[in-house]
């Protein structure tokens, strides 16, 4: 399957996969565009899939405890905030890092050769540069917690350091991504109340099952380029039998939503209806994304994988909307 290289979108100054029109190329100097790319501002959708678990366990922790005078049981604002600019930072900084690590491999992609390593248009050192200044921003972000959600948050990078390697020993990198990308379902937990306990745990397994889906899709538009590489995965793995492996995948993760949620207490405490309600709405999306999935349509992979950012906000929202309806109806909780 053919797919565009840097002319497609109008300018060597660009990458193959990635929007044309984003504000990045309209608003940063044509300078700084190669290190956007590296940190893939001009695909949000990767920071808002890495922030969901982050603002799911901030709604969800809350819950933990009754509402009263001074505890409102919604998302602390602050923490939602400093999650916002971490995703960010530490998205671009995990992407610089992966880049770096697979120079060579992005070389033999189509989907990739015209990233700003491979294209020549940043040196290694200037992208260790940016890594670096990238992984400062998220430390200070960081260490605005308290010092056991600082020490857990520092104990993700065995785990984020290992992940750009999986590809060539395992058909399980998308595993090793989410459990990257799924901290956060601890991180917001151990940020509100400077510990752990099993709801956020759950809410940690399911976030995993789900980026093994989404990423599932995602890696089924390099496929082709993949086997001629060597490079392995679960588009790989699963082959024609990707729908039920996502069936597996997405149910199990609303399984573990649910369990999660009930973990953190009923009645007085708790999440109320909003929130399964979420998670029935959630279970139509997922189900729209396996109906819909064609593996040998890439364009089509790529519009599925970003629908999940729609998902996120169903499960956020309906969070959100359980605290509020037990602010205002604490008797029927």
């Not at 496929?223 to 590489?229: A, S």
């Not at 819909?292 to 790529?302: F, K, W």
Request: glycine residues 10%.
């Amino acid at each position: 399957m053919q797919r565009p290289d840097a002319s497609s979108n109008g300018s060597p100054d660009r990458v193959s996969d990635a929007p044309s029109d984003n504000f990045v190329y309209r608003v940063l100097p044509r300078a700084l565009w190669p290190y956007a790319q590296l940190a893939r501002w001009d695909r949000p959708i990767g920071w808002q899939l890495l922030l969901w678990p982050c603002f799911w366990s901030a709604a969800l922790a809350p819950h933990w405890a009754a509402p009263s005078a001074v505890h409102t049981g919604l998302p602390d604002l602050r923490h939602l905030a400093l999650f916002f600019i971490g995703a960010i930072a530490m998205r671009g900084a995990g992407c610089t890092y992966n880049d770096l690590v697979d120079q060579d491999i992005d070389a033999k992609v189509a989907r990739t050769r015209s990233r700003p390593l491979p294209s020549g248009r940043v040196s290694s050192r200037q992208a260790k540069l940016f890594l670096v200044a990238q992984a400062l921003v998220g430390l200070l972000v960081l260490l605005q917690f308290n010092s056991f959600a600082i020490g857990l948050g520092l104990s993700s990078l065995a785990i984020v350091a290992t992940y750009p390697f999986l590809k060539r020993v395992t058909d399980w990198p998308q595993l090793g991504l989410g459990l990257c990308f799924s901290w956060g379902a601890l991180m917001g937990w151990a940020a509100f109340w400077g510990t752990i306990s099993l709801a956020p745990v759950l809410l940690y397994l399911g976030s995993v099952l789900w980026t093994i889906g989404y990423d599932t899709i995602y890696a089924h538009q390099d496929r082709e380029d993949d086997t001629l590489v060597g490079v392995r995965s679960t588009a790989r793995l699963f082959g024609r039998h990707t729908k039920r492996a996502l069936t597996l995948l997405y149910g199990g993760a609303l399984a573990l939503f649910t369990l999660a949620f009930l973990a953190t207490g009923t009645g007085a405490s708790g999440p109320a209806w909003p929130a399964y309600a979420a998670i029935a709405i959630g279970a139509v999306q997922m189900q729209w994304q396996i109906s819909r999935l064609d593996i040998d349509d890439g364009e089509q992979c790529l519009k599925l994988f970003k629908s999940n950012g729609l998902f996120g906000w169903i499960i956020f929202l309906g969070l959100v909307f359980s605290s509020l309806w037990i602010l205002s109806f604490p008797q029927l909780g």
